[in-house]
């Protein structure tokens, strides 16, 4: 079954896969204001997809996106090669951010970039930006939602993020914050999440 395909079970079954027995997340990194406190823990409980060197996924590809809209990253042809191009960039981010220099987007290289992040939603950017590329990229290749991948936050991207929080359980207000940052990196490998078998 292919992840919109999943994406679209979930949301029809309303299924909500509830995790209990987790620490509390802190306040603070909820997205909008009614996400249950149940469900930051969910998230916050998934694991980092991490990344290496010659690693060909999705997420190689959002990660670009968003080091290219921090500054970290220049170029015009995002796609999901992790090649040495990007490896110097890593290193050269994780130095500025003074995060251990491995080369390799693992945890304290996503929570950083996290952080960097801030976000994203309807309003906060008039230009085409690389951050919103990112989201549009995520949804898009991880998760199968039919958007350009055009930097701007219109109607479609606002609708499919507010679809996807809905799904992960996230109060559905179309900003992408630090919550939904994570869902969209872990969604496709946290079972929890609901986005998997």
């Not at 995790?19 to 009614?34: E, I, K, R, S, W």
């Not at 981010?93 to 693992?106: H, L, N």
């Not at 939603?121 to 958007?147: C, F, I, K, W």
């Not at 992408?176 to 946290?190: M, Y």
């Amino acid at each position: 079954m292919s992840m919109g395909n999943r994406i679209a079970a979930v949301a029809a079954s309303g299924a909500l896969v509830l995790g209990t027995g987790l620490a509390a997340a802190p306040a603070a990194l909820a997205d909008g204001p009614h996400t249950p406190p149940e469900v930051e823990q969910r998230v916050e409980a998934c694991e980092w997809t991490v990344l290496k060197p010659g690693d060909g996924r999705w997420e190689v590809g959002y990660a670009k996106h968003v080091l290219n809209g921090l500054g970290a990253y220049d170029s015009d042809a995002v796609d999901d090669v992790y090649g040495e191009d990007f490896t110097a960039a890593v290193e050269e981010y994780q130095s500025s951010a003074d995060v251990p220099r491995s080369g390799e987007f693992d945890t304290a290289t996503w929570e950083h970039a996290r952080a960097d992040f801030g976000e994203v939603g309807p309003g906060t950017q008039s230009e085409p930006g690389d951050l919103v590329r990112a989201v549009q990229y995520a949804l898009a290749a991880g998760y199968g939602y039919d958007l350009a991948v055009d930097g701007y936050y219109g109607p479609a991207t606002e609708g499919a993020v507010r679809e996807f929080q809905g799904i992960v359980g996230i109060d559905a207000d179309g900003i992408v914050g630090p919550i939904t940052f994570r869902a969209l990196v872990t969604g496709g490998a946290c079972q929890e999440l609901g986005l998997t078998d």
